[in-house]
């Protein structure tokens, strides 16, 4: 594969063939111009090569999207692997994600320094990961299971991150945004590590003072991004992602149209954790609960551009959901209907196709249909 000198590509060029970022990682296919703003991403994040089989040029030829498409779908053959497989691949893929995120932010809370490509590295990763296999990612257990108190800044991080990528991927951001999105994702609550555990994780009411600190931790966040140089934008992010649509959020009380657009993700992202993750200090809700919630937007406090980005992206019975249907049986919901977001594909419990595998059924109105979610106690044991 050849180098490529990333100050000397035409912007708004074409490569014959995919371009990668570094070995496995696909930054364009032929049919995506390498942009202007890809080039200055890349110099900023300090990358000065990438790497292709094909050359650039002026105009985008169609013959080449079947090789691209074959080439993107290169790498290990997960059409092979049972659901259970799937699923564990992705539980083993959050254990290392926690992993990962656990020491880093005890290294930030240790003052230690901490560089934006090399977060951006373990990113890419996890971008790729969710694009392939975030369906699995939602049905496991590890999305579910309440966070240990000891762990719950780095958990809602984690889970936060993911269901921003799915939004960003579901409103087609070119691959260098979903990266400096996730990269926000990760360190828009870093400020908290600068504060007292008990003032987050308390279980009684907070007094004024700590109310006061607990609302100061988004400057907290910014400040420690700008002096460890993370782009400007992934910073304004952390600053940003309680500001609301209507101007009731903080720091700056901004209002819409003055929000960045990874902050607004980032709002609703978390806003949608915060509603679904159980605690040990917090009853939670249901994720239709949660999305019915957000889709109410009350006080028009969310873009409701982004809250439909998810809600496409997972459903209104969102991916992992275990439901009733209309004919009495029980069901979980694995994949998103990308025509009708009330009507998405389920797996239906105790039957089994005629080469083994678990039915899945296209819910529809016309058909059978999602009356409720189940309660915990209702789940089938599997």
Not at 102 to 115: G, P, W
Not at 185 to 213: C, F, N
Not at 242 to 263: C, F, M, V
Request: a negative charge; hydrophobic letters at 40%.
């Amino acid at each position: 594969m050849k180098a490529y000198a990333i100050k000397d590509i035409t912007p708004d060029s074409y490569f014959s063939k995919p371009v990668y970022l570094s070995e496995g990682f696909i930054l364009a296919a032929p049919e995506t111009p390498f942009t202007q703003e890809i080039i200055k991403t890349l110099l900023g994040w300090e990358f000065r090569e990438v790497f292709s089989d094909g050359e650039p040029r002026e105009v985008y030829f169609s013959d080449d999207v079947d090789e691209a498409e074959e080439i993107l779908g290169q790498g290990v053959d997960t059409s092979v692997m049972s659901d259970v497989e799937h699923i564990h691949q992705a539980e083993e893929f959050f254990n290392s994600f926690q992993i990962y995120v656990e020491k880093l932010f005890t290294k930030i809370a240790m003052n230690a320094d901490f560089y934006f490509r090399d977060v951006a590295e373990q990113i890419k990763k996890v971008v790729e990961f969710v694009r392939a296999d975030s369906r699995f990612l939602f049905r496991s257990e590890k999305m579910a299971l309440p966070a240990p108190e000891a762990n719950y800044l780095a958990s809602h991080t984690i889970k936060s991150t993911i269901v921003a990528i799915v939004i960003g991927l579901q409103l087609k951001l070119p691959v260098h945004r979903l990266i400096e999105l996730g990269v926000a994702a990760l360190l828009h609550e870093v400020g908290m590590l600068k504060l007292p555990p008990q003032s987050y994780l308390s279980k009684r009411p907070l007094s004024p003072q700590e109310r006061k600190a607990i609302m100061s931790h988004p400057v907290l966040s910014f400040n420690l991004l700008k002096a460890a140089d993370f782009p400007l934008v992934i910073s304004l992010a952390a600053l940003e992602h309680h500001e609301r649509e209507n101007g009731s959020g903080y720091p700056q009380k901004l209002t819409a149209d003055k929000i960045s657009l990874y902050a607004k993700i980032i709002a609703v992202a978390c806003s949608y954790e915060a509603l679904t993750s159980a605690r040990p200090h917090k009853e939670h809700k249901d994720g239709y609960s949660g999305m019915l919630d957000l889709l109410r937007n009350e006080g028009k406090q969310y873009d409701d551009t982004i809250v439909r980005a998810l809600v496409f992206a997972l459903s209104l019975y969102p991916i992992g959901l275990y439901v009733l249907l209309s004919n009495g049986k029980k069901a979980q919901v694995v994949d998103v209907n990308p025509e009708n977001a009330r009507f998405p594909v389920v797996q239906i419990f105790g039957e089994l196709t005629p080469d083994g595998k678990n039915r899945s059924l296209q819910t529809d109105k016309n058909g059978v249909y999602i009356v409720r979610p189940l309660n915990r106690e209702e789940i089938p044991a599997q």
